[in-house]
């Protein structure tokens, strides 16, 4: 039997320098990482785990706390080595904070970097002062792109009611970036409603197009959802998520929800059948993959590309 992948996520901060209008993080609660209290915490979940580990950072922006980034990581894969495990980190970032110092630390550890880049528009992701960050972005993704291999940088391409509409015109615009990688991030939170669930529908029915039209060319194009749809075919278990908060505290709720009456996460259940959504649709297009000439190669290098979370 195969043992299961286990997956930790890590929330380090409150603090984000975006505000972005979707978010339901308090930027004003100034909940920094306690470093000591989150390996205390890791420790256990990486024993009781298989021999694969997925450990995603995440905040608000983690690289506000750049320096509980890089001792996570660091103390995390000692305590991996001494326990005879395999760490896979990933990191969702907005990328503005990214310095080529950081760049080469995570390079060295490998470490899976996925940049929220939803679309163009000025609304996408906003700064305080309401302007937008995508150019912003787009720059700083010339050092990006020239500090880390394009296997390991992924686009976390957020999708919400309010942009479901404009799904296939971000999609194409994150492409154009020179991602190779997008992971598509069901905002939960805002009401989604069946106008905009049609509407992303048609809008991955036009990724499908495009991820089968290059899938057996030099540049073929990977869904994280899809990746993960590939290794349940092949086999591999990935169990759910442990929630860690910046305290250390499990938390049954991710970050952003975490301080919901639980009442009030009710209201989250329309935007996880949207997680659902997209998840069954990754499948079926899975499934069209195996059946194509070159299926193999495609998913060897799905499984090279990795699973974030």
Known sequence: MIEPIARVKISLTSDCNLRCAYCAIDKERGERADVPALMAAL???LRAGG????????????MADYAAVSAIIAKASRLAGRLGKELRFSMATNGLLLERRHLRFLRSREVEVCISVDGPRRDERAFADGRGSFEAVAEKLKLVFAEMPGRKLTALQGVHPGNAARFEENFRAVLG?????????????????????GAFVRGFG???R????RAASASPIFLHSVNRALAA???????PAAELLPSGERSP?????????????????????????????SRRLAQELLSR?????????????GLSI
């Open 210 to 213: 495009i991820l089968l039209s």
């Open 293 to 305: 000439r070159g299926a193999r190669a495609y998913r060897v290098e799905a499984a090279r590309r």
């Open 253 to 281: 709720a991710p970050y952003p929800f975490a301080h919901l009456a639980a009442g009030s996460r009710a209201s989250l259940a329309a935007g996880a059948r949207m997680v659902e959504c997209r998840d069954r649709l």
């Open 43 to 45: 420790a256990p979940l």
């Open 177 to 197: 970036l020179g991602f190779t990688n997008v992971n598509l991030e069901m905002i939960q939170g805002p009401p989604w409603n069946e106008q905009a669930r």
């Open 206 to 208: 036009a990724a499908r």
């Open 51 to 62: 021999r694969v580990a997925l450990v995603g950072l995440y905040g608000g922006e983690p």
């Open 233 to 239: 075919a092949a086999g591999t278990a990935i169990a």
